[in-house]
């Protein structure tokens, strides 16, 4: 079945970085776009980031210039370069992959950005 396992969340101070992870396995990972989203407490599911199966990227406003989605196809695993974290960010995230007509998500993992 259809597995998504994220990492790499924490607590960081504003203006710091993290490096999310998420390990694929269930599904012909190399064929998929692959997306992170992330939810803030209280609010809805927002997207953040894509990367087709051919290497091409797409990012919101909220995050270009700062976030880096990346796929390692050998190691079916997906990730997140985030710099500049800004108390904004604070949500958990979450990676997704569409497949069929249902996206399939993670258990996420918590980003918190404060000092």
């Known amino acids: 079945q259809v597995q998504l396992v994220e990492s790499g969340g924490g607590l960081v101070q504003p203006g710091g970085s993290l490096r999310l992870s998420c390990t694929a396995s269930g599904f012909p990972f190399h064929i998929y776009a692959m997306s992170w989203v992330r939810q803030a407490q209280g609010e809805g599911l927002e997207w953040v980031s894509t990367?087709?199966?051919?290497?091409?990227?797409t990012y919101a406003d909220s995050v270009k210039g700062r976030f880096t989605i990346s796929r390692d196809n050998a190691k079916n695993t997906l990730y997140l370069q985030m710099n500049s974290l800004k108390p904004d960010d604070t949500a958990v995230y979450y990676c997704?992959?569409?497949?069929?007509?249902?996206?399939?998500r993670g258990q996420g993992t918590q980003v918190t950005v404060s000092s």
């Open positions: 990367v087709n199966s051919g290497g091409s990227t």
């Open positions: 997704t992959v569409d497949i069929g007509v249902q996206m399939r």
